[in-house]
């Protein structure tokens, strides 16, 4: 009897402690993402890129790449760069131009919530992240 009182309750401890762990698990994940995604995007971009590529797409191949090493669907990740202060701010960011160099610049990326009902009343469809950056580094010569 006081088995089957006691046991909903701890079912809904164990599946909600499940859930719980794979939002921690990608909110991790986006936060590294988002991590490394700035440092790439910070640093100098003079002759280390293949090909045509531009610097924003190789930062935003590179981000998706992490995620989706995670188990992220590639087609679910949205990942934005705009400038993040001034006349631009909220038009889109080119990473690499001399006129952009030392601006900052703010990163959005969002990605779906992983696990059923009870992770989306806590976080909501989607888990977001923003952070922003300096475009490259001050080079100092003494």
């Given at each position: ?80 760069m705009?400038?993040?202060e ?24 969002s ?32």
């Amino acid at each position: 009897m006081e088995f089957a009182a006691v046991a909903p309750f701890f079912i809904f401890l164990v599946v909600a402690s499940a859930e719980m762990n794979a939002c921690i698990q990608q909110v991790h994940r986006l936060s590294a993402a988002m991590r490394e995604a700035g440092r790439l995007a910070s640093m100098d971009w003079d002759e280390s890129l293949p090909g045509n590529q531009t610097p924003a797409q190789k930062v935003a191949e590179d981000f998706e790449n992490f995620l989706a090493a995670g188990g992220t669907p590639r087609d679910e990740i949205q990942f934005a760069m705009t400038h993040a202060e001034g006349d631009s701010a909220g038009e889109p960011f080119a990473l690499g131009q001399s006129g952009n160099r030392l601006e900052l610049f703010t990163m959005e990326a969002s990605v779906p919530t992983p696990g059923g009902s009870f992770s989306r009343l806590w976080f909501g469809e989607r888990l977001n992240a923003r952070f922003t950056f300096r475009a490259g580094r001050d080079s100092h010569t003494p």
